[in-house]
């Protein structure tokens, strides 16, 4: 007879159950080697068309997507001219970015290289040319709301930490700049410097990632112990970072010899770059630029050469 409220469960069974609980389940890495680490798939690639040279892309929280073009040189990396304005595409939504409905453009922007969104859907462009400045656009994203401009040399890649600050790379200032309250009364400070060429930056947590394009390397710093690299990847000219997940992805000009033949993105671990490259995604047509990641995981690359943004399925 079974006493009300209790379960007998012989001690065979018990040790039973208890090693098929252990066996389905595992414990989760804390240095990104599990199974839950991996890059997104180089297979399964879709085409996003009816892009004059594409730079910048990003994914705001709510999905809101930009694309940036750039005019100051031709298809091929030949240059053109300094300081040339050129078409920001902003689609409130996904669905207009797969059916190429750009619901609101944006003229008159120098040289837009970087673009990302902040947790609150403001929009920051960097006018890396001219203006040499960051501008930011509050919804509905109608016109300016200020332009940070503090001494910028070519002004290229931004990226926020979980507190909202602004970092961005002053590709020809050296440095990396942090600013404080970037809506309100921005404060900026000299986070890195004798830097050499940075033109990108990537923050996971408590580190900040720097593209050193002259120096064909990428940088990781403790953001609040700055003064050496916690960690040096070696690759020929990168341009542009972004992280998702346990996952740092690089884009790269290749080497820089009569032309830019070996573009390419590469996937490394966040926490271990130097544990090699994860996944490649290769076969653009010339300049890769612009790397970002949905909502979903998904994968997209700006395509300079071939005037396109490409998706990789998660």
Do not use: W
């Not at 940036?68 to 902003?90: Q, S």
């Not at 673009?115 to 400045?133: C, K, P, R, S, V």
């Not at 000009?253 to 590469?266: A, D, E, L, P, T």
Request: net charge neutral.
């Amino acid at each position: 007879m079974k006493k009300k409220g209790t379960i007998l469960i012989y001690p065979f069974v018990f040790m039973a159950v208890l090693i098929l609980f252990s066996a389905g389940c595992k414990k989760k890495s804390t240095t990104g080697s599990s199974d839950e680490c991996a890059a997104v798939s180089n297979s399964g690639v879709s085409y996003r068309d009816g892009f004059d040279r594409p730079v910048a892309i990003a994914f705001s929280p709510a999905q809101k997507v930009v694309v940036t073009e750039y005019r100051g040189m031709d298809y091929l990396g030949n240059y053109i001219a300094y300081g040339l304005t050129a078409p920001v595409k902003i689609f409130l939504n996904t669905a207009d970015f797969y059916s190429n409905t750009v619901d609101i453009p944006l003229a008159g922007i120098y040289a837009p290289e970087a673009a990302a969104f902040d947790a609150n859907e403001n929009l920051y462009i960097t006018q890396t040319e001219t203006t040499a400045g960051v501008s930011i656009f509050q919804p509905p994203y109608s016109a300016i709301f200020k332009t940070i401009q503090s001494g910028f040399n070519n002004p290229r890649g931004i990226a926020f930490d979980g507190s909202g600050n602004l970092y961005l790379a002053d590709d020809g200032g050296g440095r990396i700049v942090k600013i404080s309250n970037p809506l309100g009364v921005d404060a900026e400070a000299d986070l890195i410097t004798g830097l050499n060429s940075p033109k990108a930056v990537a923050i996971s947590g408590n580190f900040i990632f720097i593209a050193e394009y002259d120096a064909n390397r990428v940088t990781k710093y403790n953001i609040a112990s700055p003064a050496a690299p916690a960690e040096t990847f070696s690759i020929d000219h990168p341009i542009d970072l972004h992280v998702s997940g346990c996952m740092l992805y690089i884009s790269t000009h290749g080497v820089n010899v009569g032309g830019y033949g070996s573009s390419k993105v590469v996937a490394v671990k966040a926490d271990n770059m130097n544990a090699g490259i994860q996944k490649d995604y290769t076969g653009f047509t010339g300049i890769t630029f612009g790397i970002a990641t949905d909502q979903a995981g998904n994968l997209f690359i700006s395509d300079f050469s071939g005037g396109k943004i490409r998706k990789y399925l998660k």
